[in-house]
Nanobody, 118 residues
Framework: QVQFVESGGGVVQAGGSLRLSCAASGGTFGLNALGWYRQAPGEQRELVAT???????NYKDSVKGRFTISRDNAKNTVYLEMNSLKPEDTAVYYC????????????WGRGTQVTVSS
């Protein structure tokens, strides 16, 4: 199974920036995508941004132009640069991995809190 070490969450004012990082380890053979999901209170977990092994990205519409995902494949690490943060970005952010081996698996980390104050 895949394990994660997540960091970078915190409290910032609207318009500020944060950079999240996540290092994946364990059963990473067959890993073909890394990224971030988030969940706000009373809401369902939703995709924020992902990047597959070919470099193809997928972003939630509301973060396009503000958030940038990147990867260091040698370290199995994914980053999320978040700029122009808004109060509606407040959520627990979860690192995500997709693994294709004998079967396909989705994994999420324990999460890191991001709070944006107005």
């Amino acid at each position: 199974q895949v394990q994660f070490v997540e960091s970078g969450g915190g409290v910032v004012q609207a318009g500020g920036s944060l950079r999240l990082s996540c290092a994946a380890s364990g059963g990473t053979f067959g890993l073909n995508a890394l990224g971030w999901y988030r969940q706000a209170p009373g809401e369902q977990r939703e995709l924020v941004a992902t990047m597959d092994n070919a470099g193809t990205t997928n972003y939630k519409d509301s973060v396009k132009g503000r958030f940038t995902i990147s990867r260091d494949n040698a370290k199995n690490t994914v980053y999320l640069e978040m700029n122009s943060l808004k109060p509606e970005d407040t959520a627990v952010y979860y690192c995500y991995a997709h693994v294709v081996a004998a079967f396909e698996y989705d994994y999420w980390g324990r999460g890191t809190q991001v709070t944006v104050s107005s």
